[in-house]
C-alpha cells in the first residue's frame, strides 16, 4: 500500500485507517500500546521520523522496545527508533515501510 504523507499533521493510524489498513488500537491516545509498529527505511537515507512523544517514550520503554541508548540518539542525533506507536507516530516525506503484528 501506498500513502501520501499529506500535511505532516497526519499519524500512521489515521492513515491506516483511511486505506483501510487493520492495524489494532484500544485508545488512539498513545497510553496502551496495541498500534505498535515497525518502521524501516525503503531507501538508503537515513530515516527522518517524526519526533517520540512523552506518551510514546513510557509505553515503548515499559514494552522493552526502546532502550536508554536509542531514546538519547533519537532525542541528540535525530535518528527515529524502530519500533514507534501507530497513533503517535507522524508520517513525512520518506519512503518508510510500516510492519504490524
Not at 515497525?38 to 519526533?51: E, I, N, Q, T
Not at 517514550?57 to 506507536?85: F, H, I, N
Request: proline share 4%; glycine share 6%; charged share 30%.
Amino acid at each position: 500500500m501506498y500513502a501520501v504523507a499529506g500535511s505532516h499533521t497526519e499519524t500512521i493510524l489515521s492513515i491506516a485507517r483511511e486505506h483501510k489498513i487493520p492495524i489494532s488500537f484500544d485508545c488512539a491516545d498513545g497510553e496502551c500500546g496495541t498500534c505498535m509498529i515497525k518502521v524501516s527505511s525503503l531507501s538508503d537515507k537515513p530515516r527522518m521520523g517524526s519526533f517520540l512523544t512523552d506518551k510514546e517514550k513510557v509505553v515503548l520503554k515499559e514494552q522493552g522496545k526502546l532502550t536508554a541508548e536509542e531514546l538519547e540518539k533519537a532525542e541528540v542525533g535525530d535518528q527515529p527508533p524502530a519500533w514507534r506507536l501507530a497513533c503517535q507516530m507522524i508520517a513525512r516525506d520518506e519512503d518508510i515501510l510500516v510492519e504490524y503484528t
